[in-house]
T-cell receptor, first 112, second 117 residues
Framework: DQQVKQNSPSLSVQEGRISILNCDYT??????FLWYKKYPAEGPTFLIS?????DKNEDGRFTVFLNKSAKHLSLHIVPSQPGDSAVYFC???????????FGTGTRLKVLA | NAGVTQTPKFQVLKTGQSMTLQCAQD?????MSWYRQDPGMGLRLIHY???????DQGEVPNGYNVSRSTTEDFPLRLLSAAPSQTSVYFC????????????????FGPGTRLTVL
């Protein structure tokens, strides 16, 4: 049972446009949500996070939105740059545990 | 700071062999974890530790052992390798408290690509 789902395995966007990556979850006990970026042959790196008590967090070109009623979060990248081409994982941290749960990832390709 | 280091980078094993994947961090993080990444499966938690002497199972612990004798090191042992354990393995670390993470960001190592024939 996949508690964190990224239903789009890939996404292509033109440079300068907005990239929107989506993530759905089923467990309402998640305390935090995080996005990680991964380049080939490297480990994932942290991008941005959001607490379950907030609905938006912004960091430069990256904004994460959380819709608790829909159990949905999204990552917006504006403007998209070719260096943003990578695999993006959303992750969730369930309350009272130490067990991160990751989604399956979305491969973003930003076209120059 | 070196961050999170993993050795080896690549390894090929025969079915039934055992080996240890090494992981070390120099950030004094309490929390350390091991993941495997498989195509279409994302990152799945194998084992984790919230401090020296404390370990627990994640989502896919079968066939793997861990121990945490120091804050810095968290080795992952494959007891009897099977082809199903062919994967890329990542070690990660972060701060942690008993009330949950004070800072949620995990720092990942570069990974170990393991092939079991």
């Amino acid at each position: 049972d996949q508690q964190v789902k990224q239903n789009s395995p890939s996404l292509s966007v033109q440079e300068g446009r907005i990239s929107i990556l989506n993530c759905d979850y089923t467990n309402s006990m998640f305390d935090y949500f995080l996005w990680y970026k991964k380049y080939p042959a490297e480990g994932p790196t942290f991008l941005i996070s959001i607490s379950s008590i907030k609905d938006k967090n912004e960091d430069g070109r990256f904004t994460v939105f959380l819709n608790k009623s829909a159990k949905h979060l999204s990552l917006h990248i504006v403007p998209s740059q070719p260096g943003d081409s990578a695999v993006y994982f959303c992750a969730a941290w369930p309350s009272g545990t130490y067990k991160y749960i990751f989604g399956t990832g979305t491969r973003l390709k930003v076209l120059a | 700071n070196a961050g999170v280091t993993q050795t080896p980078k690549f390894q090929v094993l025969k079915t039934g062999q055992s080996m240890t994947l090494q992981c070390a961090q120099d950030m004094n993080h309490e929390y350390m974890s091991w993941y495997r990444q498989d195509p279409g499966m994302g990152l799945r938690l194998i084992h984790y530790s919230v401090g020296a002497g404390i370990t627990d199972q994640g989502e896919v612990p079968n066939g793997y052992n861990v121990s945490r004798s120091t804050t810095e090191d968290f080795p992952l042992r494959l007891l009897s390798a099977a082809p199903s354990q062919t994967s890329v393995y990542f070690c990660a670390s972060s701060y942690a408290t008993l009330q949950g993470p004070t800072r949620n960001e995990q720092f990942f190592g570069p990974g170990t690509r393991l092939t079991v024939l």
